[in-house]
């Protein structure tokens, strides 16, 4: 994180304990208290961290995993709208393996992918990789902080719930894409890590991933939130990419001269950089 993240996190984390007063939290409130809401050392304990630990935190020192998120999420009694805040700013570490594979998006179809201005459009791994999205797809993503990996977007990242309106449809979705992937290469230690790790995070994904596959086609769902734009109704149009086996190019264009089509050219006006690969290719 650059040292704007790290300020920025601190400010966070100082503000938000002192909303919180310690019989919130099952503290004693008794005595003379020298800060407003909890002081650092309460809330280490509460969220199970050593008081150091916290301090460097809250100095912009540290840069905390997923797991210690939520439990500051927790102790800090955040509300969803704090938490996706929380992890915005936190971006938490993730340590996690590259893929066996090597999948390239070629400079041909990336130019494509940049000179689509009227829609969001990216291309998809065969494991649900996002790598490599256009100006506006960032835009339309900026609140993720999961955002390397579609299954990860969804069943993770505390924006996904907001985001994806129909997200019950988009998850039995992206569950059936991720089986097929299985199926077709079921000794790439990538996706069983990913399984393995959308299995023990998501409750919502080990009950989609033990269910049988529902008959019939399944899509992504067309309505997403955007917090600057408010909701939006989009297409999803997926394409293979027929010079790279295994690899989707995703759109989604909104209905000419609709509601939807004058928010994407809004947030348009916020996408200033071009594609950039979420990973290196």
């Known amino acids: 994180m650059d040292s704007e993240c790290n300020d920025l996190l601190g400010r966070f984390l100082r503000e938000r304990r002192a909303l919180v ?23 280490a304990h509460l969220a199970g961290l050593s008081v150091g630990y916290y301090a460097r935190l809250e100095q912009g020192r540290e840069r905390p995993t997923r797991q210690t998120v939520e439990s500051l999420a927790r102790a800090l009694r955040l509300d969803e709208q704090a938490l996706v805040e929380l992890y915005r700013l936190a971006r938490p570490t993730a340590g996690r393996r590259r893929p066996d594979r090597v999948e390239r998006v070629v ?25 490599v999205r256009n100006p506006l797809a960032n835009v339309l993503h900026n609140r993720f902080v999961f955002s390397d990996n579609l299954l990860r977007m969804i069943f993770l990242d505390p924006a996904g719930r907001e985001f994806f309106g129909d997200w019950s449809g988009t998850a039995r979705a992206a569950v059936r894409d991720l089986r097929h992937a299985v199926r077709q290469t079921p000794d790439e ?73 004058q928010a994407l050219a809004l947030l348009g ?13």
């Open 21 to 43: 007063r310690p019989e919130q939290a099952g503290l004693p409130a008794g005595g003379r208290r020298l800060v407003p809401g909890l002081r650092r050392d309460e809330v």
């Open 107 to 131: 400079p041909e179809v990336l130019a494509l992918l940049n000179d689509w201005t009227v829609a969001p459009a990216y291309i998809l791994g065969w494991s649900g990789d996002v790598l």
């Open 189 to 261: 230690r990538y996706l069983r890590e990913l399984v393995g790790e959308l299995a023990i995070s998501s409750p919502d994904f080990r009950r989609l991933w033990a269910a049988a596959e529902p008959p019939g086609r399944l899509t992504p769902g067309t309505h997403f939130h955007h917090p600057d734009v408010g909701d939006l109704h989009l297409r999803t149009e997926t394409f293979p990419i027929t010079s790279a086996p295994g690899l989707r190019l995703v759109a989604h264009p909104a209905e000419p001269d609709s509601r939807s089509a």
């Open 269 to 281: 006006t916020l996408a200033t950089r071009p594609g950039v690969p979420v990973r290196s290719q």
